[in-house]
């Protein structure tokens, strides 16, 4: 049983184009590794690599930091959980990062990524510099530099998406981003 069931996820991601899937803690430990495989290992241009790695820091701190489900790592060092997706085509990858948002909190993160999505280059590093002057303003710090910085980095605006999870007062919100090869 456990056989068919990898050859049939294995099936799927191949048929998705997914090249690296992690669901789970966002800790500092798992952070460390995932971001020295997607910065030295996947691609052998050190640019792409670096834009990458400089992507994934930011959805990855924005799950850790943000992530209405959290676990204990170790003993008293509590994370965000998420999921992170990189599908791979003939000219471009696919980023993707998710997690469970309080439904208080969906209309403001779906404002900033409209936000972010209808600021030129220009208006996106002026937000940049404002954001980056008010960050002693944030709980968790940052200042919420981080998804203005990711379409910085990519080029590209940030596609998102909210599953609604009607039981219950949260949804899973969803970010990509495009990279172009």
């Known amino acids: 049983m456990l056989n068919n069931d990898i050859q049939e996820m294995y099936s799927i991601m191949a048929d998705h184009n997914i090249i690296v899937s ?23 241009d050190p640019n792409m690599g670096r ?7 930011e959805l990855a701190q924005n799950i850790s930091f943000y992530s ?10 509590e994370t965000g959980e998420g999921t992170l997706i990189i599908n791979e085509y003939n000219d471009h990858f696919v980023f993707s990062a998710g997690n469970l948002v309080d439904r208080t ?3 403001k993160l779906m404002d900033k990524c409209e936000q972010i999505n209808t600021a030129d280059r220009e208006g996106l590093r002026k937000m940049k510099r404002e954001l980056r002057n008010r960050e002693h303003e944030t709980i968790k710090g940052g200042g919420n530099i981080g ?9 590209y605006p940030l596609n998102y998406k909210l599953i609604d999870l009607k039981d219950n007062n949260e949804g899973f919100y969803i970010i990509s981003v495009r990279i172009d090869k």
Do not use: C, M, Q, R
């Open 105 to 107: 909190d969906i209309t």
């Open 22 to 44: 992690y669901v789970g803690p966002f800790d500092n430990n798992i952070l460390t590794v995932l971001a020295e495989n997607i910065e030295g290992s996947l691609w052998e």
């Open 68 to 77: 209405k489900e959290v676990s204990l790592v170790g003993t008293d060092n």
């Open 147 to 155: 998804l203005v910085h990711v379409a910085l980095v990519s080029g």
């Open 51 to 57: 834009k990458f790695f400089k992507i994934f820091i």
